[in-house]
């Protein structure tokens, strides 16, 4: 099975746009039955979001643990720098970072200068290690 990295581009470059459609990957995740990790940017984008996964929809509740307190069953663990403790069948990576010991990857990216150009060189590098490569272009 290849490995996939899916860039999803965003018309917009606001934190709550951005939360907001990594809870509703997060949750269509859980609806498959798939393990995802989240890799937040720093300690403040995973305490937002944290809080957000209690409150995104307000009749649901989206199961999930900080990797760091984790026992590895949460189908959604949020991390900042530490990986979870099992390979998770999906990355949402929102930091610089290249996650490439997952079989699936998906990359946020907000519609900011500085944003793309670290997309763009993630993205020179998950090809080269052999992802299967997709973009989405994104109306938030």
């Known amino acids: 099975?290849?490995?996939k990295a899916d860039f999803y581009l965003l018309n917009t470059a606001t934190p709550?746009?951005?939360?907001?459609f990594v809870?509703?990957?997060?949750?269509?995740a859980?609806?498959?039955?798939n393990h995802i990790y989240i890799a937040c940017?720093?300690?403040?984008q995973l305490q937002f979001l944290d809080d957000l996964l209690y409150e995104f929809k307000p009749d649901s509740f989206l199961p999930h643990a900080l990797v760091?307190?984790?026992d590895g069953k949460a189908p959604i663990e949020l991390g900042s720098g530490i990986h979870p403790h099992q390979p998770p069948a999906v990355v949402v990576n929102l930091s610089p970072v290249v996650y490439t010991e997952t079989s699936r990857v998906i990359e946020i990216v907000p519609n900011a200068s500085a944003e793309k150009h670290i997309a763009r060189n993630k993205f020179r590098e998950y090809?080269?290690?052999?992802?299967e490569m997709k973009t989405h272009s994104l109306e938030l």
């Open 1 to 3: 099975m290849p490995k």
């Open 16 to 20: 709550e746009a951005v939360n907001q």
């Open 23 to 28: 809870c509703r990957l997060a949750e269509k």
């Open 30 to 33: 859980v609806r498959l039955g």
């Open 41 to 44: 940017r720093n300690q403040e």
């Open 68 to 70: 760091e307190e984790s």
């Open 127 to 131: 090809k080269e290690v052999g992802f």
